[in-house]
């Protein structure tokens, strides 16, 4: 009798039992000890995606730790609604660590069901879950955390939270933060006042254009550059003027942040500075040549000219693509002076 050699093909049954073992065991590897196995398990649930979920939020009540934090993490990046739920439960865990994890990962689902736990997790014990919280807030962006936001800020005691609270105020683009932000430019710790800087960029206030001229001399070379991009977005009148001494700033990403906005702007008064830079400054070069090209005035093409001669092969590319732009600003110039003369 001829052995039957047709193929084994597993029932759906089979096959939806293989998935949900492959779930258990991938859940199962979250306890492993090295770091490597449990990242790569949290990795391939997240593949599985929603078909994982269900498994996934009953690890959340797992007597390993390393199993909630990952199942918090692994629900925070499949996205999924049915995760909202059990995250929100964790915001209560007995570790610190899982907390912080499942408030950071609610911000990042823009969960709005989470807004009021999270507002009740500004108030936890540690300020890396108080950090999470004040995040979390500012990524789901309503308006309703913005009173207890502000509440957080007036805690100067949580000196290790308050950024995160900084932070999410900016993002919510709220007025009544105005005032508030401008006061913690003031503040001893430069993680609060960089981004208090970065807050009132954000919002774009009018009332922030003073505090933060004050600001691009902040001892702190990352407020001063915040403080410079920030000055920019809330519209100050006479914005090249201020910005222009930060050309000669003892930090090279302050002077090249500044020639790029400058370059921006495309104010003519810049253009000397820039070229001063462009001669003398080989860590901004490259910026103070492409910012030229953007400004667009002739003034500046016999200086390209003159450095293209000594500049390295990069530093050209940036010489060249400037000295077209000008020269192509001045045809369409002369061009529409003929069309009106016509």
């Known amino acids: 009798?001829?052995?039957?050699?047709?193929?084994?093909?597993?029932?759906?049954?089979?096959?939806?039992?293989?998935?949900?073992?492959?779930?258990?065991?991938?859940?199962?590897?979250?306890?492993?000890?090295?770091?490597?196995?449990?990242?790569?398990?949290?990795?391939?649930?997240?593949?599985?995606?929603?078909?994982?979920?269900?498994?996934?939020?009953?690890?959340?009540?797992d007597k390993n730790k390393f199993v909630r934090w990952g199942a918090a993490e692994a629900l925070g990046r499949i996205g999924d609604p049915?995760?909202?739920?059990?995250?929100i439960a964790a915001l209560k865990d007995r570790d610190k660590d899982v907390r912080w994890?499942?408030?950071?990962?609610?911000?990042?689902?823009?969960?709005?069901?989470?807004?009021?736990?999270?507002?009740?997790?500004?108030?936890?014990?540690?300020?890396?879950?108080?950090?999470?919280?004040?995040?979390?807030?500012?990524?789901?962006?309503?308006?309703?955390?913005?009173?207890?936001?502000?509440?957080?800020?007036?805690d100067r005691r949580d000196r290790d939270g308050r950024d995160g609270v900084v932070f999410?105020?900016?993002?919510?683009?709220?007025?009544?933060?105005?005032?508030?932000l401008i006061g913690a430019l003031e503040d001893r710790n430069y993680e609060i006042r960089?981004?208090?800087?970065?807050?009132?960029?954000?919002?774009?206030?009018?009332r922030a254009e003073r505090p933060l001229i004050n600001h691009i001399k902040d001892e702190n070379w990352e407020v001063r550059l915040v403080a410079a991009e920030a000055l920019v977005r809330v519209g100050g009148r006479d914005t090249t003027r201020v910005l222009l001494p930060l050309l000669t700033d003892d930090a090279?990403?302050?002077?090249?942040?500044?020639?790029?906005?400058?370059?921006e702007i495309g104010d003519p008064a810049a253009i000397d500075p820039l070229i001063a830079v462009l001669r003398h400054d080989e860590n901004c070069r490259y910026e103070a040549a492409e910012a030229l090209g953007k400004v667009g005035d002739l003034?500046?093409?016999?200086?390209?000219?003159?450095?293209?001669?000594?500049c390295d092969p990069y530093v050209r590319v940036a010489v060249l693509?400037?000295?077209?732009?000008?020269?192509?600003?001045?045809?369409?110039?002369?061009?529409?002076?003929?069309?009106?003369?016509?």
């Open 168 to 180: 999410a105020l900016g993002e919510l683009h709220d007025p009544r933060a105005v005032e508030p």
């Open 101 to 154: 994890k499942a408030a950071i990962s609610l911000g990042g689902m823009q969960a709005k069901e989470a807004v009021c736990p999270l507002i009740q997790t500004l108030h936890d014990d540690d300020p890396d879950v108080r950090w999470g919280a004040a995040t979390a807030l500012g990524e789901i962006g309503d308006p309703r955390a913005v009173e207890y936001l502000l509440d957080a800020l007036k």
């Open 252 to 263: 090279p990403d302050v002077r090249r942040t500044v020639i790029e906005i400058l370059g």
């Open 321 to 342: 693509n400037s000295m077209s732009a000008i020269l192509l600003k001045m045809k369409n110039k002369s061009d529409a002076g003929q069309v009106r003369e016509q």
């Open 194 to 206: 960089f981004e208090a800087a970065k807050a009132l960029g954000k919002i774009g206030d009018k």
């Open 1 to 61: 009798m001829a052995a039957d050699t047709r193929e084994y093909t597993p029932s759906d049954q089979e096959n939806e039992d293989s998935i949900e073992q492959e779930i258990a065991d991938l859940i199962l590897s979250l306890k492993d000890p090295s770091i490597t196995v449990r990242w790569e398990a949290i990795g391939t649930l997240v593949d599985i995606g929603a078909r994982a979920v269900p498994q996934i939020c009953t690890a959340l009540k």
């Open 82 to 87: 049915g995760g909202v739920d059990p995250l």
């Open 299 to 310: 003034r500046a093409s016999e200086a390209l000219q003159q450095i293209y001669e000594f």
